[in-house]
Every structure is written in structure tokens, then in C-alpha cells.
């Protein structure tokens, strides 16, 4: 099926995307001279650049002004991420600028905690005196008493490692709920830093694996690159396999729907894998020179190493070499003895493991035909063309056009050996960086992750809040859930102290994050928080002791990579004007929070942490003895890239664009040497060591079981609920909406107005549910027996699997008055702890529940 710019419009409406009058998608565009006088009309009137601040993937904006003031938004014609387009919510938020509602002043709260606050307002010197006079009392006695818990990070280079690393404090993100058990599969198995996206521009068949298209974008970035990179692969003659329990956004623009069970990912991947090799689809030369599929596997499990290196089988010289030696490319198949002993080469034990995961098995586990499964191993080998190659400026490369989107539904209890698994029916087929094949961060480098998982070493306790080199969780993501669960009982977990004090920067926690109930319980037990946001969110409603009001857009934030993965750009968030009411810039806040704090001047400061995280070349870096101003930091910044006219390049421009991304930066296959000289880790042998070594520190198999060196099947935790507790719920995002801090905008609101749970028609009769009735939605722990159960209503949809329903992400506020009655947040029902979390401590949105008439 081919689509056009207008099917695809209409598509994205059909299928819940809303789009807001003005640029939104495709138009002709004109090119952008300079920012200013090129548009100004009336007295008074001009157009300043500046960067979305409400979604993920910054894209580039125009905001015109009148008087100085913000009256409009649209998108940045240069910037390569949204070629001038804009979604919903970055049109919509010029609403949250003038928002009334908005924190307006310095709050302090004036009675107790748990339940609706009372404030009285202060001066900025008083709350940030408060504020870092707490930072500095718990620094004194023990830095790990202090949290900062982020939200979705806009200057890593200010807050996560300056900051975290001038004050010491715990750094807890949003990635455990986002993608990162995807995250560190892809950075153990592959030595890349992302999830699974292809490489679009030249694939020919790819597997959307959960990509909600139209509604959520994908890997690195948000819902316009996609789309459009999606839309120029489709005329070119992709092929889309949509594979989801629920149809989504992915409806008019798939060329089939795979309606998988939730949770199973694994089990089909595995299958795949088992049917590329009884097809024969093998690239065997990339298996054999840039994975480790050729070493040698002894009984144990273990490589046969000699003098510390891994050994593979010399067919000539009938005997072992050591991997990477001068030779003939070692076999993949095959038991050799070798001093009275046998070994099996890694490729010929995952042969022999995937044997049992037949297209039929697969179909009884995911709920789908052992016929489909057959058909897309036959259809990926034939696309993938093993053997064929490509020039690419001058240098010629595999070009292996197949590839896998994957991102948000790697939080499944299963999900880093999903996404494992994923990543070996890549390798497999030798698309792995090659072009048109899998990708996974835009530039080929490689992770620092790559070594330090395979060297994880588990520690005894006592062990720090997230449970870092424990025997629970040695691969870890800080799960600020887990984090939950351990201040709930630290002894349990090994843990000696509670945290006292928690930063939190731009999240709504206890609404955002899974298992409300649990979080709520941890919030309860720190004496003092401070949260920096521009509302009074429902965590800072109940727990919060001082709010510093932060601005919403109209602020400096970056630098800012705004690759779309083939041009090379940077850019700034810039203030088109003046912080609204008493609200400053976040990277203001934290300057005069680390100076009350003690912590902004000299060696191992926060300038000096800022001049390391910013790479200030000599010459640009900072004093350590004056705090600057946030424009003149960035100018430094500018001028140590090279850009001769420093921040004013970026006050005209709003973006620098570099050119085009050249092949020896973007694909593995054009190193020197080929992938930088990594091995990709097709058998995780470490992941062996550290699952026995966590069996032998008396770990529960629990945590343990999913430690294995091949991605490995079994059931699944939740199917241990009752019967009665006999559908999968799963949750989603919506394109009006980022997170939880967006529902109450006016604009979205009337696109997106509020909660339901969609339930397939035939599943939603059988109970005597007609659309629209309210109802229970109840969720079993089938580790402990809890149940929580929220109200909302249902909303037949035919796109969705019977034994699954589905409820966004976004809702469940109350403390905003426009977000009232919107209804309750799926999170609330969702569970965290063993059995819910990923063996990476990643968190799983999946759990039984069963619906009721209310």
C-alpha cells in the first residue's frame, strides 16, 4: 500500500492522532533567512527562535512576539527534526506560558504532610536558603541521604552531571518507565546507547514492534520525524509489520497486523530466530568475524578460554585458536573435541536452544498463527539480501535493508531478553548497522556500558537505595519504583540508611510513575523535599516542603544534539521572553541553589563539574570563583564549538545546522576497524557468571531466573493471578500528551478529553458491557494476592486483542482545576517489586486485571 502526506493526515486522525490548525505535517515550507525582520508585519511584531520545551525530541520553533510578548508558535523551517512542523502539544503550549494556574511565586509549606498542602509564599532568597541549607546539613553527615529524582532531562550537561556530581546526591531518572531494559540489552549486546530503530531511509521491510506511529514516536525521538521518515520509506515501497496487541496508530499505515499477546515478545522473537536458521537465511561471515558466535562453549556454560583468551575451532590445524588470531573464519556449527573434552560453538548452542521454539509453540504462547511467524522469517531472510553490498560515499558496505522498531514495550517483565532476543534475529541476518538494517543510535560509538556490564561484579551488603551491584538487581537501571519498595523495607534488600532528602526536577512522581501506592509509602519517610517545577503537581501537593516555580518555554536550556540521523545539528532552547510571574530558569535555579548550598565555586564545584560536562576547550572555561550569568555560559559554549558568534548565532538561527551525516559516522560496518573492534555478544556468557554468582549469595530464584546467556522463555509472573483476573491490561500514549504534565492544557484537553479503558467489543458483551458504561478495572499481584481497582469508562475498539484492554498513560491529575474529572491514571493499578520489574530493575506495565459494570 503506498501513502501519501494526505493519507497519511487522515490516517493519523482516523487512528487518535488530533492535529491543531496551523504547519502541523507537510507543506511547502519557506527557508528561513533570519528569525526576525524577515517576518515582522506590524508594529511592535517579531519572530524570535527558540526549541519545544513540553516534548521529547526539541524540536525547532518560531515564536512570534508582540510588544516583547509570546503570541504564537510554530515550527523552525531549518530545524531537520520538524522541517517547520508542529504536533498538538507544541502548538498548544503557549497555553501553559500564560497559564494562571502556574506556581507564581516561592511556596512554603505551612502544615503537615500526606494530604493537600497549605503555603504561604517566600522570597527566592528564603526558599532557596531553605532548600540548600538541607543540602548542605545532609551532605555533612552522609551524601547518600540526598535524592535528585529527574523527570525527562533538557541540560544533562547542568543538571545530571553537574549538579549530581557537585552535590553527590542519588540520581534517579524516568528511563526505568520508559525503554531502558531495551537501553541495556542494546548496550550489553551490541556496545550502542538506544533502543531498535532502522535504518529508514533504506529499509525495505521492517517490524514495527510496538510503535504506536501516529501517537508516540519511536527511538531518539518523538512523533514528527517518524512519521514523515515513515511516509517518504512508504512511497519508496516499505513493507510494514505491525506487531501489537493493540492496533494503535499503526492501523492505516501497516501492510499487516500481527495482534500479539502481551508479554510474549520473547517467545516470537525466538521463534524468528528458530525459523531464519531453518530457512538459512544466515550471514555467517558477519556472525563469524564480528560476534561471538564462533567461540567455543564448554559443558558448563562457560567459554574454553586458554591464557585468558576466548578460543574458537582452527578446522586446519584441528585444534582451538584464540578468537580474533590470524586464520580461516572459524565454524559456527559444530561439537570438537579437544584434550578429551567437547565443546559447542555459541551459534551451535543457540541452534540447539531455539530448536523447541517452533513457529507452532510460538503461535500457543503469543496468541497468534504459526503461519505469520513462518511467513516473516521467510520474508525477512529474502529482504535482508545476505551478500549484497552498497556504496556509500566512496565506501562500500553490507546492505541488509530489514529492520525492528522497538522502544516503549521493552517495560515487560521480559523485556532485556526480548529486546536480546531482537537484537540475535538482527544479527542473524547481518543487518546489524549495516545499511537499510538495524539501528540503534544515530552515530556508531561505542557504550561505556558495552565493558562495565560484562564486568558487573556483585557486591555483599550493604547496599545503596537502588540496589547497584546487588544480588538482586546487578544490571541496574534505578528504578525509582524499586527505590519504593527498598525504603519500604531496607533490611529486606540489604539497605543500611533511608534517604532524608529528595530533589525533584520537573516529575509528578506519585501520578507519572508506576505503583502509586508504593511511592506515596516512600515519599511519607523523607523529611524534607523540594520539587522545581512550573505547577503545583499532585507530589508536590502532598509532599513537597518548598516549590521553586520554574518557567515553562521561556528559558535557556541545551546544547541540544536535533540529529534526525542523517544531518548533523545542535541547537539551544532560548527565552522568547521574559519568565512569566516569579518563575526563573531552571539552570538559574540551580546556580543560586548550589551557591546557598556551598557547593557552586572552587574545585569539584558546580562551575567546575560545568566546565568538564560542557567540554569548554582552553580558553572558554569558567572562573571558579564568579557565578556567570546562564546567556554568558552558554556564549562560552558556542565559542568553544567554533561558532564565532557565540549565543548571538542562535538568537537569529535557532539551530546550527552542520550537513549531513557522512557513513563512516553513522554505520558500525564503517569503522576502522568494523564496529571499532567489538565483538557483538550474540552468547551473554557474563550474564551466566552473574546469575550463579547471584544463586550462590542466596538470591531468590526470582531474581536469578532471567540471568541466562541465551534469551531464554518462561511464564510469565502475572499469569499466576486467578482466572477471574482473565484480561492483560497494557497502557499507551496519546500525541496530545507528554507524560502526566499535559492533560490539563485547554487545547489538548478538547482533543484528548479524558480516561477510558478500551475494551474489544465481543469481550466487553460477554460481561454485559455496552460502550460508554462505567467500570471497575481491577489488577491482581499475583506475587502477594494485593488488588486495586480505579473506575473509569469503556470504550469499545476492534483493533485490540479480546483477552487485552488498554488505558493511557497521561491522566489521573486533580491538583489542576482544568485537569479535573479527566479521570484516573492506569498507574495507580499497576504493580512494581518482584514479579513486575525486569530482571535490569526496569519497570513492566503489564498486569492481570479483570472489568466490571460499576
Known amino acids: 500500500m503506498k501513502i501519501g502526506r494526505r493519507t497519511f493526515i487522515k490516517g493519523s486522525v482516523g487512528a487518535g492522532g488530533t492535529l491543531a490548525a496551523g504547519r502541523l505535517l507537510f507543506g511547502e515550507l519557506e527557508t528561513l533567512v533570519d528569525a526576525g525582520e524577515s ?111 529527574k523527570g525527562r532531562s533538557k541540560a544533562e550537561s547542568f543538571y545530571d552531571n553537574a549538579f549530581v556530581k557537585a552535590s553527590g546526591a542519588t540520581k534517579l531518572g524516568h528511563g526505568a518507565y520508559c525503554s531502558d531494559a531495551g537501553y541495556r540489552a542494546c548496550e550489553y549486546t551490541i556496545g550502542s546507547h538506544g533502543v531498535l530503530h532502522p535504518d529508514i531511509r533504506h529499509t525495505r521491510y521492517l517490524l514495527a514492534w510496538g510503535w504506536n506511529v501516529t501517537n508516540a514516536g519511536g527511538n531518539k525521538l518523538c512523533w514528527i520525524t ?68 564462533g567461540f567455543l562453549v564448554k559443558d558448563d556454560g562457560y567459554f574454553l578460554k586458554i591464557d585468558g583468551k576466548e578460543q574458537v575451532w582452527d578446522q586446519p590445524a584441528g585444534a582451538p585458536r584464540a578468537a580474533g588470531s590470524e586464520g580461516a573464519l572459524p565454524p559456527l556449527e559444530g561439537t570438537f573435541v579437544h584434550a578429551a573434552l567437547a565443546y559447542r560453538t555459541a551459534y551451535q548452542v543457540f541452534k540447539d536452544h531455539v530448536a523447541r521454539y517452533t513457529p507452532e509453540w510460538a503461535a500457543g504462547v503469543c496468541g ?74 544515530f552515530t556508531w560509538k561505542v557504550d561505556k556500558n558495552y565493558e562495565a556490564l560484562d564486568k558487573v561484579e556483585i557486591k555483599d551488603p550493604p547496599y545503596n537505595v537502588y540496589l547497584k551491584d546487588s544480588k538482586y538487581f546487578p544490571i541496574n537501571s534505578a528504578n525509582p519504583s524499586v527505590v519504593a519498595k527498598v525504603m519500604a523495607d531496607p533490611q529486606k534488600y540489604g539497605v543500611n540508611y533511608t534517604p532524608e532528602v529528595l530533589i525533584i526536577h520537573m516529575t509528578n512522581s506519585i501520578v507519572a510513575f508506576a505503583d502509586q501506592t508504593a511511592m506515596m509509602k516512600a515519599y511519607d519517610k523523607f523529611k524534607f523535599i523540594a520539587v522545581i517545577d512550573p505547577w503545583l503537581s499532585e507530589t508536590a501537593d502532598l509532599y513537597a516542603d518548598v516549590i521553586l516555580p520554574a518557567a515553562t518555554i521561556e528559558k535557556y536550556e541545551g546544547p541540544m544534539k536535533v540529529s534526525d540521523q542523517y544531518t548533523d545539528a545542535v541547537s539551544l532552547r532560548l527565552p522568547p521572553m521574559d519568565p512569566m510571574f516569579q518563575s526563573r530558569g531552571d539552570i538559574d535555579i540551580y546556580l543560586d541553589l ?118 531464554t522463555w518462561r511464564r510469565l509472573t502475572m499469569n499466576d493471578s486467578p482466572s477471574e483476573y482473565d484480561l492483560y491490561l497494557i497502557s499507551f500514549k496519546q500525541v496530545e500528551f507528554k507524560q502526566s504534565r499535559s492533560s490539563f492544557i485547554p487545547l ?25 458504561d462505567e467500570v471497575w478495572v481491577e489488577s491482581h499481584n499475583a506475587i502477594n494476592g494485593e488488588t486495586r481497582k480505579l473506575k473509569t469508562v469503556a470504550r469499545y475498539r476492534q483493533g485490540i486483542r479480546p483477552d487485552t484492554v488498554g488505558m493511557a ?44 459494570k460499576a
Request: glycine letters at 10%; charged letters at 25%.
Open 368 to 441: 497468534i498463527s504459526a503461519e505469520a511467524v513462518t511467513r516473516i522469517a521467510r520474508e525477512l531472510g529474502r529482504n535482508a539480501a545476505i551478500g549484497s553490498t552498497v556504496v556509500l560515499d566512496g565506501v562500500e558496505l553490507p546492505h541488509r535493508p530489514v529492520g525492528i522498531m522497538a522502544y516503549h514495550m521493552s517495560q515487560q517483565e521480559l523485556g532485556f531478553q526480548a529486546i536480546r532476543a531482537m537484537l540475535i534475529l538482527m544479527m542473524l541476518l547481518g543487518a546489524v548497522e549495516a545499511v537499510g538494517g538495524q539501528r540503534i543510535d
Open 226 to 293: 517518524w512519521p514523515r521518515e515513515l511516509v517518504e520509506a512508504k512511497e519508496r515501497g516499505l513493507k510494514v509489520v505491525a506487531i501489537d496487541p493493540r492496533l494503535r496508530g499503526s492501523g492505516p499505515f501497516a501492510d499487516e497486523w500481527v495482534p500479539i499477546r502481551p508479554g510474549t515478545d520473547l517467545a516470537l522473537a525466538l521463534a524468528l530466530c528458530n525459523a531464519v536458521i531453518q530457512e538459512g537465511t544466515i550471514d555467517r561471515e558477519y556472525l563469524a568475524k564480528y560476534t561471538n558466535a
Open 39 to 149: 517576518r515582522a508585519t506590524a508594529p511592535g511584531e517579531d519572530w524570535v527562535p527558540t526549541t519545544c520545551w513540553i516534548g521529547k525530541q526539541e524540536c525547532g520553533i518560531l515564536a512570534r512576539r508582540i510588544n516583547g510578548r509570546l503570541v504564537k508558535l510554530e515550527g523552525h523551517p531549518d530545524h531537520p527534526r520538524n522541517l517547520g512542523r508542529l504536533c498538538p502539544k507544541g502548538i498548544a503550549q503557549i497555553m501553559a506560558v500564560y497559564d494562571p494556574n502556574r506556581v507564581k511565586t516561592p511556596l512554603v509549606r505551612t502544615n503537615e504532610k500526606g494530604v493537600t498542602g497549605k503555603w504561604r509564599q517566600a522570597s527566592w532568597d528564603e526558599a532557596l536558603s531553605l532548600v540548600g541549607e538541607k543540602i548542605k546539613e545532609v551532605r555533612t553527615r552522609d551524601k547518600r541521604l540526598l535524592i535528585w529524582q
Open 809 to 852: 498513560h497521561h491522566f489521573g491529575l486533580w491538583t489542576h482545576p482544568w485537569a479535573k474529572g479527566q479521570g484516573p491514571s492506569p498507574n495507580s493499578i499497576f504493580f512494581s517489586g518482584e514479579g513486575y520489574v525486569v530482571n535490569t530493575a526496569d519497570q513492566s506495565f503489564h498486569v492481570k486485571v479483570r472489568v466490571y
Open 594 to 711: 548550589c551557591e546557598k548550598a556551598g557547593i557552586l565555586y572552587g574545585k569539584g564545584g558546580y562551575l567546575d563539574e560545568l566546565n568538564k560536562a560542557l567540554g569548554f576547550k582552553e580558553g572558554y572555561t569558567m572562573s571558579l570563583d564568579n557565578k556567570p550569568a546562564v546567556r554568558e555560559i552558554f556564549d562560552r559554549w558556542a565559542k568553544s564549538e567554533g561558532i564565532t558568534e557565540g549565543v548571538a548565532y542562535f538568537e537569529k538561527k535557532g539551530v546550527k545546522v552542520k550537513g549531513r551525516v557522512p557513513a563512516k559516522k553513522i554505520y558500525g560496518f564503517a569503522q576502522d576497524p568494523p564496529f571499532s573492534g567489538l565483538r557483538h555478544r550474540l552468547y551473554g556468557e557474563s550474564l551466566l557468571r552473574l546469575g550463579e554468582t547471584m544463586k550462590a549469595k542466596g538470591a531468590e530464584e526470582i531474581y536469578w531466573q532471567d540471568y541466562t546467556p541465551l534469551p
Open 748 to 772: 489538548l484537553a478538547e482533543a484528548a478529553p479524558g480516561q477510558r479503558v478500551e475494551i474489544n467489543p465481543a469481550t466487553a458483551q460477554a460481561r454485559g458491557i455496552s460502550d460508554g
